[in-house]
């Protein structure tokens, strides 16, 4: 691998650099000069001769505390931990990359951060001369205190020219749509990319990696609110003491936690336990995307212990599974042995962690017209994140190289497209992106494909303050559903797994009971409420009347029907992500070759919690109705 010059500034000692990077300064020992970057200041001209000596693999001394290499696909950068504060070592902690990403390695007398350039915010420019030029900055913010400062950095590397096919350039307007971004390949000459410009729209809730407290950032400025610090707690809460959060639904629950590094490490090799049994003995009975999602839990960060989890084997196990979906789909009319949610999961998982499929296939079968899209003639937009969450990765992965790969690219660019307007179309007034539990992974979506809608179509800051205020309202009692919405709020998404990252841990300071676990359910009344139950088979209709006490969910309707006949009101259950979920009723099971499924309705009405979840109340006309979707 190639790697070019790299240039750092001690801003705090010699002034400032031109935010539109045309010119840099390069300091000394408190002096400053500038060089205006002229087409030809690239290695071998003149202009870089003059630079060269304080940029090209500098020492480590006071006037050049930073060293920095790049490539197309790399972006290092390493500090001195004396760099800041009078020559003191600050912690690793305290000092950051850009849009605020930590240390990846520490070293005797210096930190690492080792990203990709389209991470952290890094600011990408194309120059004259088939140059790139990346920008950055490494911050040093006390945790003592109300100190400050930044060393921007900037390193140069050769630009690979855009894939023959793809437009680039005034042209990329003659074939209409949205300009193609495959990667840095297809950046225009004299275009900027700045994330932190145009990106999410919002600021994330909690500053990313600062956990103490749990502060909010509000509009006002980069400020943690003292007054908010608790809005998140119960969603912690109910990830680490909930009695669902065991064997495989661990591990939705470690994913959110290890990407917002709120974890201490006890109660993370915790959880880590129970994903790791029940991969390693039941890996059998798992489903692709549940496989898929422990992939992604245990791969999420590394563990400075790490050395049992074996990814080659997981992930062979997976891809595997995902050709056992395949193979489905062309035997049953297109339908996979689980859902195009899971499937999602299964790409993601595999582009992630390099296995092995095809993206020919990936953009053939993710058509957003595709049935499996849809439940019951409505788009589902959990299922429509997910799957812009896998197609946005292996977009990223795609090189172009190939006719196929340009054809696959514009594909997966309109797939993306076109369900991003899916997913925006199921906005609600109050800001929910479908319905509450939807709306965390329909936000991580947004997120990553800012450049396919304009930022007038979301208001980012009304979907936060609905969420937040149905957290209060104790929306989130499942760990399932308090771990999908907890990385948004952080303002993280699943592509930021990274199974070579440091894992970030909390310190474990913050209010949360480890004694007695949480129920899924409040406390019930001694007082007795009657509730009608119908099993809905057709046209057939069998009903009851049954007594259960106050407080209770769904599911206890349904075992008291049971009670009184077990011949019209059986059923099974099965314990999922999500909690228990009605596989059976009567002996009819469910079948997702066939599309059928057990509906949960009220008054009529198609519920969106689980059976598990749903608390009844007095007179409520409860039905499980045979459906199809």
């Not at 010059?5 to 840099?24: D, K, M, P, S």
């Not at 709120?262 to 336990?273: A, D, G």
């Not at 196929?404 to 514009?410: A, G, M, P, S, Y």
């Not at 939807?438 to 009304?462: H, I, P, R």
Request: proline fraction near 5%.
């Amino acid at each position: 691998m190639s790697y070019f010059w790299g240039l750092a500034v001690r801003q705090f000692e010699c002034g400032r650099t031109n935010l539109n990077l045309t010119i840099l300064l390069v300091c000394a020992e408190l002096r400053c000069r500038s060089s205006v970057m002229e087409p030809s200041s690239i290695p071998g001209s003149p202009m870089y001769q003059r630079i060269n000596p304080f940029l090209l693999n500098f020492p480590w001394s006071v006037q050049f505390p930073v060293y920095v290499r790049c490539s197309p696909s790399l972006f290092l950068a390493r500090v001195k931990s004396t760099a800041f504060h009078n020559d003191l070592p600050v912690a690793p902690d305290e000092v950051f990359l850009g849009d605020r990403c930590p240390v990846t390695s520490v070293h005797p007398g210096f930190y690492e951060f080792r990203y990709h350039p389209k991470d952290c915010n890094i600011r990408i420019e194309v120059l004259p001369g088939k140059h790139i030029l990346f920008v950055s900055e490494i911050i040093f913010r006390s945790k003592f205190s109300d100190l400050e400062a930044s060393i921007p950095v900037a390193c140069i590397v050769f630009h690979r020219p855009a894939p023959r096919g793809i437009t680039t350039g005034n042209d990329a307007n003659k074939q209409g749509g949205l300009k193609k971004r495959s990667g840095i390949a297809n950046l225009y000459i004299g275009e900027t990319v700045n994330r932190k410009g145009k990106g999410h729209y919002c600021l994330p809730l909690v500053p990313i990696q600062e956990v103490v407290g749990f502060g909010l950032l509000k509009n006002d400025g980069n400020k943690v609110s003292k007054n908010n610090y608790t809005d998140l707690n119960p969603l912690i809460n109910t990830m680490i003491n909930s009695k669902y959060t065991k064997g495989i639904q661990a591990a939705n629950v470690l994913l959110s936690l290890r990407l917002g590094g709120i974890l201490n490490q006890c109660q993370e090799q915790q959880l880590v336990q129970q994903v790791n049994l029940t991969v390693y003995y039941k890996a059998s009975t798992l489903t692709s995307g549940q496989l898929a999602l422990a992939i992604l839990a245990l791969g999420a960060c590394k563990t400075p212990d790490e050395t049992s989890i074996r990814y080659p084997n997981l992930v062979k196990n997976l891809r595997n599974k995902f050709k056992a979906e395949i193979k489905n789909m062309g035997k049953h009319n297109g339908n996979p042995l689980t859902n195009y949610y899971q499937l999602s999961l299964d790409v993601l998982a595999l582009c992630l962690f390099r296995g092995k499929f095809s993206i020919t296939q990936v953009a053939k079968i993710f058509e957003p017209g595709n049935k499996n899209f849809y439940f019951q003639g409505q788009f589902s937009v959990d299922t429509g994140a997910m799957a812009v969450l896998a197609l946005t990765c292996v977009k990223n992965i795609t090189n172009g190289k190939k006719k196929t790969d340009v054809e696959n690219l514009n594909n997966i660019n309109n797939h993306i497209k076109s369900l991003i307007e899916k997913i925006l179309s199921q906005k609600k007034e109050n800001g929910l992106l479908g319905n509450i539990y939807s709306t965390g992974e329909a936000m991580q979506a947004l997120f990553v494909s800012s450049d396919y809608y304009n930022e007038s179509k979301w208001d980012c800051q009304q979907t936060l303050d609905t969420v937040i205020m149905e957290i209060h309202k104790g929306a989130f009692r499942i760990p399932t559903a308090a771990a999908q919405i907890l990385p948004a709020l952080m303002g993280k998404t699943y592509l930021n797994v990274n199974k070579d990252s440091p894992c970030v841990y909390g310190p474990g300071d913050f209010n949360i009971s480890t004694v007695e676990p949480i129920t899924v359910t409040p406390p019930l009344s001694p007082s007795q409420i009657q509730v009608n139950y119908s099993v809905v088979i057709i046209e057939e209709t069998h009903s009851t009347t049954v007594s259960v006490a106050n407080g209770s969910v769904f599911l206890d309707v349904m075992e008291a029907a049971q009670k009184e006949n077990a011949t019209l009101f059986g059923f099974t259950v099965e314990e999922r992500s999500w909690g228990p979920y009605i596989t059976s009723v009567q002996g009819l099971t469910a079948n997702n070759n066939n599309r059928t499924f057990w509906e949960l309705l009220n008054n009529g009405q198609p519920l969106d919690q689980g059976v598990g979840s749903y608390i009844v109340h007095e007179g409520d006309n409860l039905e499980v109705r045979w459906s199809t979707y």
